[in-house]
């Protein structure tokens, strides 16, 4: 499906990879975009283009999404409770916002006659890896309730597929970093540290491994399930080009702001805080591994990640440095 001249909902617009989605739409000439979201993170100022429409809603007003939905052609479901820390001390909310939310969001699509939705999905729903890299087919034992609600999406975008005919595609991203993320992740804590003149405080041996995936890249994959037929009831994984240990992250950002720090280790029992560090809680069921395979998209979307690593970081941190405030920045004293 093309996207010129097209009418596209995003859930969660206003937010770090729904802003990104909206540049880009805006870049393929849709012909009205719409952005609803809660703004209970997200950010107007993401927002740049006045042509843009904004509802502010909330997924769980299903009434209001409804409306919102009217004669839409596409559909984003990116509004979601992100954060894993918020799933593990408020399950039920979590419940809600990540599986009421994309109940909301399918039942008006249905109801509208969408004619498409990308669900936004996470490499989460797999848990501890037991193969490496995971495939899409790698077995499902989430670890948080974040990844439970997730692949309860999942299967109800699937369900919808077959039952109702309503075009579905899930895309499973790694950890999705760059400009305009949102504050609290191992990479942001290491950035604005690092920043602060502090050295970043890595949790273990720091060898656990990540699969860090550039928005621009995010929103590529995007772009081309909305594209392509062939990406219709499926679900894809969508990783970076290579997998890193934390230790090596913090290598990466300390060379690029402050070459003179070196890493604190540390090893704080999971769910409790470091003294160097005491906001910041050690997680609950913290993966040794997390490598997506992405042969799969590669081979039915000709996905290709491009963005190095270390250029990533380096866009990323020119966008912190002018934007402090979104961090809740604090200057050195």
């Known amino acids: ?14 937010g770090f990879i729904g802003s990104h989605l909206v540049d880009r739409f805006i870049n393929e000439k849709a012909n009205r975009i719409v952005v609803y979201d809660n703004f209970s993170t997200g950010e107007r100022s993401f927002i740049s283009d006045k042509n843009v429409e904004i509802i ?32 593990i001390e408020n399950n039920i909310q979590d419940l809600k916002i990540n599986v009421e939310g994309t ?19 996470s490499g989460g729903v797999y848990g501890q890896a037991q193969n490496i890299p995971e495939t899409e087919d790698h077995p499902t034992n989430p670890h948080w309730p974040y990844g439970v609600s997730k692949l309860a999406g999942e299967k109800y975008c699937k369900q919808y597929y077959l039952l109702y005919g309503l075009p579905t595609v899930s895309l499973r991203y790694g950890i999705v970093y760059g400009p305009r993320e949102w504050y609290g992740r191992v990479l942001t804590l290491f950035i604005k540290r690092v920043l602060e003149g502090k050295s970043p405080i890595i949790f273990g041996n720091g060898n656990q491994r990540r699969d860090y995936v550039y928005i621009d890249d995010v929103v590529e994959a995007n772009i081309l399930a909305i594209k392509n037929e062939a990406a219709d009831g ?35 029992k999971p769910g409790e805080s470091s003294d160097y560090q005491p906001n910041r809680k050690r997680l609950i069921g913290e993966l040794i591994d997390f490598v997506l395979d992405t042969s ?24 912190v440095k002018n934007n402090l405030d979104l961090w809740n920045y604090k200057p050195r004293v």
């Open 296 to 319: 799969y998209i590669k081979k039915i979307l000709n996905y290709k990640p491009k963005t190095n690593f270390e250029d990533g970081i380096k866009k990323e941190i020119k966008w």
């Open 1 to 14: 499906m093309e996207i010129k001249g097209k009418t596209i909902l995003i859930t969660g617009g206003a």
């Open 56 to 87: 502010e809603g909330d997924i769980l007003d299903s009434e209001k999404l409804n409306n919102a939905m009217k004669n839409i052609d596409i559909v984003s479901h990116h509004a979601a409770e992100l954060e894993v820390f918020k799933g």
């Open 234 to 268: 499926k679900v894809f994984n969508v990783g970076g080009l290579n997998a890193f240990n934390i230790k090596d992250v913090a290598d990466i950002v300390i060379k690029q702001i402050n070459p003179n720090l070196k890493p604190i280790y540390d090893d704080p």
């Open 103 to 121: 109940l909301n969001a399918l039942n008006a699509a249905l109801k509208n006659k969408v004619k498409k939705i990308i669900y936004a999905s």
